[in-house]
Each structure stands twice: as C-alpha cells, then as structure tokens.
C-alpha cells in the first residue's frame, strides 16, 4: 500500500504550527508567533473548528506588512558655517556639553569638612 499523495497549494488552509515549519523551516517562527501576528491584526487566520488555519499566502502577505523600510543615511553637510564649524562639529559640541551636564548632575557633590 502507497502512502497518500498530500496534494495542497499555497492556498492551501494549514494549522499554524505546520505552517510555520514550512515557512520557516529554520524554526525562527512558531504557531505561537503567528498567533500573535493574527492578535495584531497583521495575519489573517481562520478558526473553522477549534484550530487555528491561515495559508501560505497569507504568511507571505504578513511578511510583507512586517517589513522594516531601509532607512536612508543621513546626509550631513561638511560644509563648515560662518565660524568655520560643520554640522558634525556642532552636535559633537552639543553632545559633550549634555554628557558634561549629566555628568555634573550625577557626581556626588563632596561637602567641606569644617576643621577641628
């Protein structure tokens, strides 16, 4: 006796856990994940009985939603101002006059002893 051709699509209505294994089979995404995807609102998922099914599209249409955008480097000018000073030059200046500020206000101030 053969065994059952398994015979499904990407349309295909799989339980969560056996559609996590197979689209990511590294194990980085569990039923338990996709739970929490379909809670957000960023997995459709069906409950026709007690289990929840969703699709391998849908997984690929989640993924899609959860994509981070690259963010594009910042552009600074190098170009120094009227004093001679460029972009990076200021925030640095802004940077330790915070850091010396917080520094300040951390350091326990030592009080003056009054002699014998």
Not at 8 to 25: N, Q, S, V
Not at 54 to 68: D, G, N, P, R, Y
Not at 75 to 100: F, Q
Request: with cysteine.
């Amino acid at each position: 006796m053969s065994p059952e051709k398994i015979d499904w699509t990407d349309d295909t209505l799989l339980p969560l856990g056996e559609a996590a294994r197979i689209a990511f089979p590294g194990g980085s995404v569990t039923a338990r994940t996709l739970k929490y995807r379909a809670r957000q609102g960023r997995l459709t998922v069906y409950r026709p009985g007690k289990a929840y099914l969703t699709s391998l599209v849908e997984i690929a249409k989640m993924i899609q939603a959860c994509a981070v955008p690259l963010a594009k480097p910042a552009v600074r000018s190098v170009v120094p101002n009227s004093l001679g000073l460029t972009e990076s030059d200021l925030a640095r200046a802004a940077l330790n006059m915070a850091l010396a500020d917080l520094r300040a206000k951390t350091m326990p101030r030592r009080s003056k002893k009054a002699g014998p």
